[in-house]
């Protein structure tokens, strides 16, 4: 039984499985955050709010490391923590540098800060030779317009410091460029509040389909656990749709990929951390689109579970107390299993979500999560507007991505109009 220091978390799919890990690893935790408002708020369906299990709630300057870690290493002198771990990405570099200060097992705090950041992710990677996109950082929209032009359109541009897809575009032209642009400037902090760095990242445009290769490096030994499809839409919005485990690829391509992402890792000097490589099989071989240095989110973490039986979950935290992670594969009777995710392409407050009941009494359903009438619904753009997802599980071969898309095609959400 360990005391786990929590940064910042609770949020997205691993709302509810990180205090999963945590409880059935018969692990205690301490919560820290600087404001207790952004959490009180409805638990994740069917299960006891995270905070009624912490052995402490505290509060502290989360966004002035500076303040915070001689704050942090007072409290560790009174209760004493064997480790820290955040969900949620804006804190990972706040966490190893707790870590750190503490003297406590983690990632080093350069490789987090390099992974968590964009730019500096495609920097690292290039001067290793790690294969990626053709790229440029610029301050502003003149210099973005000069680099695309020598990039050559179709782009992609992103925010250096933002998740979920949040401001990710594809550009075609000078217009759209100038508008993503302006996109970028107009959101100037975080749903955490942090001030955002108002750099822009023009990428290349890589064509083909897109996997992830999920890791666990614990003692400079990575362990790739698998690779995950993905399917996207909302353009020129790129919004995951949907996903598999494990990804249908050839003997060749699944080499490539996983050797692709080990490199990547070993390249930013990750380890100790469980990992999210998300990885384009282009005509021309795997390109990097960027290091996560946390599990998976969108619940792949889970599609990984039901079919390996491996929880990253726990692996996550078993890391971050310095400890071997429980990597064996069981036999849990699924060969895949897939989610698809209902994502609104209408504008509008929530009636109703059509054919739900139907999927729910299908066979090989795992979870079906779909939200309420009522909601305020705008056009998905990023992976935060999902009004839900349907799992399931396939037993006899890689057939769990058609099995989930067929039962989506009959729901539908109900809109009326704003």
């Given at each position: 039984m360990?005391?786990?220091?929590?940064?910042?978390?609770?949020?997205?799919?691993?709302?509810?499985?990180?205090?999963r890990?945590?409880?059935e690893?018969?692990?205690?935790?301490?919560?820290?955050?600087?404001?207790?408002r952004?959490?009180?708020?409805?638990?994740?369906?069917?299960?006891?709010?995270?905070?009624?299990?912490?052995?402490?709630?505290?509060?502290?300057?989360?966004?002035d490391?500076?303040?915070?870690?001689?704050?942090?290493?007072?409290?560790?002198e009174?209760?004493?923590?064997?480790?820290v771990?955040?969900?949620?990405?804006?804190?990972?570099?706040?966490?190893?540098?707790?870590?750190?200060?503490?003297?406590?097992?983690?990632?080093?705090?350069?490789?987090?800060?390099?992974?968590?950041?964009?730019?500096?992710?495609?920097?690292?990677?290039?001067?290793?030779?790690?294969?990626?996109?053709?790229?440029?950082?610029?301050?502003d929209?003149?210099?973005?317009?000069?680099?695309?032009?020598?990039i050559?359109?179709?782009?992609?541009?992103?925010?250096?410091?933002?998740?979920?897809?949040?401001?990710?575009?594809?550009?075609?032209?000078?217009?759209?460029?100038?508008?993503?642009?302006?996109?970028?400037?107009?959101f100037?902090?975080?749903?955490?509040g942090?001030?955002?760095?108002?750099?822009?990242?023009?990428?290349?445009?890589?064509?083909g389909?897109?996997?992830?290769v999920?890791?666990?490096?614990?003692?400079?030994?990575?362990?790739?656990?698998?690779?995950?499809?993905?399917?996207?839409?909302?353009?020129?919005?790129?919004?995951?749709?949907g996903?598999?485990?494990?990804?249908?690829?050839?003997?060749?391509?699944?080499?490539a990929v996983?050797?692709?992402?080990?490199?990547?890792?070993t390249?930013?000097?990750?380890?100790?951390v469980?990992?999210?490589?998300?990885?384009?099989?282009?005509?021309?071989?795997?390109?990097?689109?960027?290091?996560?240095?946390?599990?998976?989110?969108?619940?792949?973490?889970e599609?990984?579970?039901?079919?390996?039986?491996?929880?990253?979950?726990a692996?996550?935290?078993?890391?971050?107390?310095?400890?071997?992670?429980?990597?064996?594969?069981?036999d849990?009777g699924?060969?895949?299993?897939?989610?698809?995710?209902?994502?609104?392409?209408?504008?509008?407050?929530?009636?109703?979500?059509?054919?739900?009941?139907?999927?729910?009494?299908?066979?090989?359903?795992?979870?079906?999560?779909?939200?309420?009438?009522?909601?305020?619904?705008e056009?998905?753009?990023?992976?935060?507007?999902?009004?839900?997802h349907?799992?399931v599980?396939?037993?006899?071969?890689?057939?769990?991505?058609?099995?989930?898309?067929?039962?989506?095609?009959?729901?539908?959400?109900?809109?009326?109009?704003?």
């Open positions: 360990a005391h786990l220091l929590v940064v910042e978390s609770w949020v997205g799919s691993m709302s509810r499985l990180l205090p890990a945590l409880e690893g018969g692990h205690h935790f301490t919560f820290l955050t600087r404001d207790l952004h959490y009180l708020r409805a638990a994740p369906e069917g299960t006891d709010h995270p905070l009624l299990t912490a052995r402490n709630v505290i509060t502290g300057p989360t966004n490391v500076g303040s915070l870690l001689p704050q942090v290493e007072r409290l560790h009174v209760i004493r923590f064997d480790g771990v955040t969900s949620c990405d804006y804190y990972l570099p706040t966490a190893a540098r707790i870590s750190a200060r503490l003297g406590l097992p983690g990632p080093a705090v350069e490789a987090v800060e390099n992974a968590c950041r964009k730019d500096a992710t495609r920097r690292v990677l290039a001067a290793a030779g790690v294969p990626g996109p053709r790229f440029a950082v610029r301050t929209g003149a210099g973005a317009l000069a680099a695309a032009r020598e050559g359109y179709p782009l992609v541009v992103k925010p250096v410091d933002l998740c979920a897809g949040m401001l990710v575009r594809r550009v075609d032209d000078d217009a759209q460029l100038a508008a993503a642009c302006r996109a970028l400037a107009d100037p902090r975080n749903a955490r942090q001030r955002r760095t108002p750099h822009i990242l023009i990428e290349e445009f890589l064509r389909p897109e996997v992830s999920e890791t666990v490096t614990r003692g400079g030994v990575a362990h790739v656990v698998g690779v995950t499809d993905k399917s996207v839409g909302g353009a020129p919005a790129f919004v995951e749709t996903h598999m485990f494990p990804a249908d690829l050839a003997p060749g391509d699944l080499e996983t050797g692709t992402a080990v490199r990547a890792g390249a930013l000097g990750l380890d100790d469980v990992a999210h490589t998300e990885i384009k099989l282009t005509a021309d071989g795997p390109r990097v689109v960027e290091v996560n240095p946390r599990p998976a989110g969108n619940r792949i973490t599609l990984v579970r039901h079919v390996t039986g491996i929880d990253l979950a692996a996550c935290v078993d890391v971050a107390l310095g400890r071997e992670p429980d990597l064996r594969r069981r849990t699924l060969r895949s299993a897939a989610i698809g995710f209902v994502v609104p392409d209408t504008a509008g407050t929530l009636a109703s979500v059509e054919g739900a009941g139907g999927v729910r009494e299908s066979d090989g359903v795992l979870e079906v999560q779909l939200a309420g009438a009522g909601r305020t619904v056009v998905a753009d990023s992976n935060n507007a999902y009004l839900g349907v799992m599980g396939d037993a006899t071969g890689l057939g769990a991505r058609d099995r989930v898309e067929a039962l989506l095609a009959d729901v539908r959400p109900l809109m009326v109009r704003a």
